[in-house]
Nanobody, 125 residues
């Protein structure tokens, strides 16, 4: 069974930065394509970014392009989401997710097999 544990959330002022981590266990990290999603209060969960199992391919929602970067270190079984130039509208619970099937960067939340518990990111204005 794959387990995902996020960390790194917190409170930051607008314009600041945070780095989220997602530690994977239960399956070789290099066999999993990973995604980041977020859910704000009263809103549906939305896609943020995805990274292929090798780390060679990434994909982002337009609203975070140029500000967020996802990366991974398969030797450490960890995936990262570096968030810069944060805005109040980035406030949400952030989740990492994993899928073991083919690389599909635009896969919706239903296309992922495993989920972490989420970490809160709050950006103050």
């Amino acid at each position: 069974q794959v387990q995902l544990v996020e960390s790194g959330g917190g409170l930051v002022q607008a314009g600041g930065s945070l780095r989220l981590s997602c530690a994977t266990s239960g399956r070789t990290s290099s066999s999993l394509h990973m995604g980041w999603f977020r859910q704000a209060p009263g809103k549906e969960r939305e896609f943020v970014a995805a990274i292929s199992s090798s780390g060679l391919s990434t994909y982002y929602v337009d609203s975070v392009k140029g500000r967020f970067t996802t990366s991974r270190d398969n030797a450490k079984n960890t995936v990262y989401l570096q968030m810069n130039s944060l805005k109040p509208e980035d406030t949400a619970i952030y989740y990492c997710a994993a899928r073991g099937s083919s690389w599909s960067p635009s896969a919706p939340a239903s296309g992922y097999d495993y989920w972490g518990q989420g970490t809160q990111v709050t950006v103050s204005s």
